[in-house]
Structure formats: C-alpha cells, structure tokens
C-alpha cells in the first residue's frame, strides 16, 4: 500500500514538494506534521485533520485534512470496485472549477484502482461546523444550501459533455438496469438490518419502490446537470466564525450526471421531520427555481416542483443501497432510520410514485 493513502504518509518532506509545486511554501518549509485524529464517522471514506508547524507561518495554512479510503476492508473494496474513490477525484480534478458551488481548495491528489490507492489533500476549513443529518437544518442554514445547490447546477445546465465525463459513457439502459439491480440486491439486507426501526407506511413504500427504480432512473425528461447525489447536512460545513465561508460542500463520492431537483430534493426531504418539511419547502423549491432563471436557466415552478416530486425518490433509493454498501456503526444506523423515515414519508407525501407508473 502506498504510505501516503494512510495518516502515517503524511509528512513534512511530502508537504513541501505539494505546497513548493502549488505556489503555497514561497520558501518556507513545513518542519513538523501531527495528526490530529479522525474527523466524522467515516462511512465510506475516511477523513483525518493534520495540524503543521512551519518554520514561517505567516499567511501559510495551519493544517489541512486528509481523504483517505474507509479503514473497513469491506468498504474500502466496494468504494473501488463502484468507483466512488474514482468519481470523487475526478471531480476535484477536472468539475470543480467549472462550477460556482463553493468547494474546497485541493492541494494533491492520487487515485490508483489497480493498487487501492487514494488520497486528498484539502484545505481545512477553519471557522465552519458540519451538518447534523439526525438534527437536520434550520431554515436559514436549509436556504443557504438551496441557494448553494444553484452554485453548482445552473453553469453546466444541459451541458451534452456531462454524460461521458460523469456518466463514463453507460447507456440509460445500462444506468438503470445497474440501479434497479443494486436496489433489488441490497432490500432484503437493509430491512433486515433497519426495518423493525422504520414507520410501517415507509417499510411498504421500499417493497413497493423494488420495481420501479429502473424508471426512476430513466426520469421526466429534465436536463441534466452535474448533482451531487448525497447532498445532505453531514456533507455541508457551515461557517460559524467571522471570516468563514458561509458554507462549503464536500464528499464527492456519489457525483453524477443528472437532473438537478434530484440534489434539492434529498436536501430537504433528508433535513426536517415530515410536519416541518411540508411547512418549508414549496418556498425553498421556488426560491430555488427563481435562482435558476436568474442565472439564465429557462425552468417553469411548475417544471421545477414536477422534478422536485420525482427527485423524492432518490433518498429512498440512496437508504437504502448505503446501508449496505457503507461501514456499520452506531451513529451511521441512527442517520440511516432517520433518512429512511423521512425520505420515505416525503415520497409518499408527494406522490412521487404516481410519477413513475
């Protein structure tokens, strides 16, 4: 294994070829690295923040984090057989720029399938909290997210280039036989593992759902955008401290070609209680929807809230393939019952499934 994939890797004499080569050193050097310990619950990834000492530290970064793969075996080998490691670089790499969604800056990167290798080098982003999945958003930080999501679908709205720089070339046919098939596989398990804890309507809906994920996936018609796919509070860092970016996004593991509801939709339905989400959201689609047209995408509300419904789906779907497909622990099964719960009673809420037949 490549040292540099684990925390052990990162050192000050690699440090200073990465900072030397993106212009960040300007002749000072990283003289010590400390790791500082593991940030979040790692589900398919796993992430550690580093803090360096410089022998100038003026105007130079504190720390960094690092990316690495998850440290459970089984995660770690199905994050690179589906090419969640891959997709993840090769946002960095070659999407990042070409969109306004705030992400952060990354300094090195390596990805090599054939040896399981794989690391991020990244900004740390002082100053901001993550988002809670099990607590949810309020409306301001829900709003900003919204608005965010804006950031990245409107500059490569209905961009052609999308499906093989995203998409690696599958057929819809072939998209949509692979979901309906990954859904079908992994249903049983995650009922098994999470059913005696979801609400009885929603334990239907995921039986109910089985069939139909194949035309889900071949959608309304909408254009397509770069999505996110996991847009949820845990993948959001919010600025807390004056200076701080209001928000920043992360994760890109799940990055696709797409229709955009499909991104605001998971936001929302994944981020308040049932009550309170059907409250909120007719407003926060709209403001959505206003932002697009004010950034020259040609979308009705009513196009907009079509796409929205069927984009409710998407949380059901995602439940439930990750429960299986990601790391167990206790914390991640917790978010796991409550995206299902949710999730679920906004597609059924909706109507989302009188879309698909």
Request: hydrophobic share 45%; charged share 20%; proline share 5%.
């Amino acid at each position: 294994m490549d040292r540099r994939c684990t925390p052990e890797g990162i050192d000050a004499p690699w440090l200073n070829e990465v900072f030397t080569t993106s212009g960040i050193a300007q002749g000072a050097t990283v003289t010590a690295v400390e790791f500082l310990g593991v940030i979040g619950t790692g589900q398919t990834g796993s992430n550690g923040r580093f803090a360096l000492t410089w022998d100038d530290p003026t105007g130079r970064p504190a720390s960094l984090v690092a990316k690495f793969p998850s440290s459970d075996p089984d995660a770690r080998v199905t994050a690179f057989s589906n090419g969640s490691y891959l997709r993840e670089w090769n946002f960095y790499a070659n999407i990042a720029d070409t969109v306004a969604m705030r992400t952060p800056r990354v300094h090195a990167s390596h990805f090599d399938a054939d040896g399981q290798h794989f690391v991020l080098l990244m900004d740390d982003i002082v100053g901001a909290e993550q988002g809670d999945q099990i607590a949810g958003l309020t409306l301001d930080d829900a709003a900003l997210a919204v608005a965010e999501a804006v950031q990245l679908h409107a500059p490569r709205w209905a961009d052609p280039a999308l499906s093989m720089l995203l998409g690696g070339g599958l057929s819809m046919e072939e998209r949509s036989f692979g979901l309906g098939m990954a859904y079908a596989a992994t249903r049983d398990g995650f009922l098994a593992r999470l059913g005696h804890r979801l609400d009885t309507d929603v334990v239907q809906f995921v039986h109910d759902l089985t069939p139909l994920v194949p035309a889900w996936v071949q959608g309304l018609g909408a254009p397509n955008t770069v999505v996110h796919m996991d847009y949820r509070p845990d993948n959001v860092m919010f600025g807390r401290q004056p200076g701080a970016a209001p928000i920043v996004v992360v994760d890109w593991q799940t990055v696709s070609d797409g229709p955009a509801l499909t991104d605001v939709a998971y936001l929302l339905g994944g981020s308040f209680e049932p009550a309170r989400r059907a409250e909120v959201e007719h407003d926060l689609v709209e403001m959505y929807q206003q932002g697009l047209v004010a950034s020259g995408v040609d979308y009705t509300f009513d196009e907009c809230w079509r796409d929205y419904r069927f984009g409710a789906v998407w949380g059901v779907v995602m439940t439930v393939i990750a429960t299986m497909y990601a790391a167990e622990t206790e914390r991640g099964n917790d978010m796991l019952v409550a995206m299902a719960n949710r999730h679920g009673h906004h597609a059924l809420d909706l109507d989302a499934m009188e879309l698909l037949r």
